[in-house]
Nanobody
Framework: QVQLVESGGGLVQPGGSLRLSCAAS????????MGWYRQAPGRQRELVAA???????NYADSRKGRFTISRDNAKNTVYLQMNSLKPEDTGVYYC???????????????WGQGTQVTVSS
């Protein structure tokens, strides 16, 4: 069974930083794209940033220059370094893995349970 486990959320003041981590576990052979999505109360889930296996990145415009996504393919782990945080960055951050090939499960996409990020003074 493939699972995504996030960590690193919490409460931070405006202008502060947080680093999120997401580790995929299971008998995984390959993960195509790993990314982070944010869901604010009453809003749809939206893309924050994504990264391909080869390292190509994609960011939501509002996060460019403040957030950095990276991954460690050997550890099946993706990271999101968030700097200069703003109150509007508040929400539940979900890890996503697309194009996961795992033993016994074939190709599938997976979501983590989410981690709360609150930016407030």
């Amino acid at each position: 069974q493939v699972q995504l486990v996030e960590s690193g959320g919490g409460l931070v003041q405006p202008g502060g930083s947080l680093r999120l981590s997401c580790a995929a576990s299971g008998s995984i052979f390959s993960i195509n794209v790993m990314g982070w999505y944010r869901q604010a109360p009453g809003r749809q889930r939206e893309l924050v940033a994504a990264i391909t296996r080869s390292g190509t990145t994609n960011y939501a415009d509002s996060r460019k220059g403040r957030f950095t996504i990276s991954r460690d393919n050997a550890k099946n782990t993706v990271y999101l370094q968030m700097n200069s945080l703003k109150p509007e960055d508040t929400g539940v951050y979900y890890c996503n893995a697309q194009g996961v090939y795992a033993s016994g499960y074939g190709w599938a996409d997976y979501w983590g349970q989410g981690t709360q990020v609150t930016v407030s003074s």
